[in-house]
């Protein structure tokens, strides 16, 4: 690696489990106690505001009352250290990239922010909101979580595809690669000529697109990666024992 490479950094739910926060697929993970239809779509905030409202509003204070931890920090020490850009696109919605001093893109939102829908108007989001919740902008009452749901589009594409277009390495971190357009962010990066490397706590839906993976608790796994491209530049392939 040269010190100018670009570095992007994909992470998913799995880089905050060591942190507390539940992640959606795993065995009692959020979706095996909510329906996606019933709480992450358009059509279910429609349907019962009141219920969407407060998944979401319980999700923020867990989350608030959550810390980084060692793979959050790792990050931002790489991005503060690494003399080229490093981008971290994270799927996240609780804020951690954020508190441990990183800057991140957020591809599905922020629990922190709301969405007014009838004017477009952000906002930081009170800790609890409900259907009476009303914007600060145009005082109508039609205040939603700023969340990408289920049918909408990602947040940030356009900046995100340029970015894979012109890394040097892509890592995607404790995301299980089920969910588009975030899965084929690997094949993107690689086609662009990125060395790639997956951290995850198992082998996920798109392991083998990755040049290597490394199997592990992101608390440890990630802290480990950092060190070896802080000290030798060795993005992927080598430095760190999986
Ligand atoms: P998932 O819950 O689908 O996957 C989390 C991954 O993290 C799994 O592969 C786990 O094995 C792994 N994992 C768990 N604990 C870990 C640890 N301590 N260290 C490292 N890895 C660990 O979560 P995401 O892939 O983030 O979208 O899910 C993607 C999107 O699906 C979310 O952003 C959300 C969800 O529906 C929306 O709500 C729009």
């Excluded at 893109?105 to 922010?113: Q, V, Y």
């Excluded at 199997?215 to 950092?226: E, F, L, N, S, Y």
């Amino acid at each position: 690696m040269q010190p100018e490479d670009k570095i992007v950094i994909l992470t998913g739910a799995g880089i905050s489990a060591e942190s507390g926060l539940a992640t959606f697929r795993d065995d009692g993970g959020l979706w095996a106690q909510h329906r996606i239809e019933d709480v992450a779509t358009p059509e279910a905030f429609a349907r019962d505001p009141v219920l969407v409202h407060r998944f979401y509003s319980m999700r923020r204070t867990q989350a608030a009352a959550a810390e980084p931890n060692p793979a959050h920090v790792a990050l931002a020490r790489l991005q503060r250290d690494w003399p080229g850009e490093v981008v971290i696109v994270t799927q996240n919605v609780d804020g951690l990239h954020e508190r441990a001093g990183a800057t991140a893109l957020h591809m599905h939102g922020e629990l922190s922010r709301a969405l007014c829908a009838a004017c477009g108007h952000r906002w930081d989001a009170p800790s609890e909101m409900t259907p009476e919740t009303t914007c600060p902008a145009c005082a109508q009452v039609s205040a939603r979580p700023d969340i990408v749901w289920f049918g909408e589009m990602p947040y940030h594409m356009d900046e995100i595809e340029a970015h894979l277009a012109d890394c040097a390495v892509f890592a995607a971190i404790g995301t299980s690669g089920q969910v588009w357009p975030a899965a084929g962010f690997v094949r993107e990066a690689a086609r662009a000529g990125a060395e790639t490397v997956e951290m995850n706590l198992e082998r996920s839906e798109v392991s083998r697109a990755f040049d290597t993976v490394r199997i592990g608790p992101a608390g440890r796994v990630v802290p480990a990666w950092v060190d070896g491209i802080l000290t030798a530049g060795t993005g992927g392939t080598t430095g760190g024992a999986p």
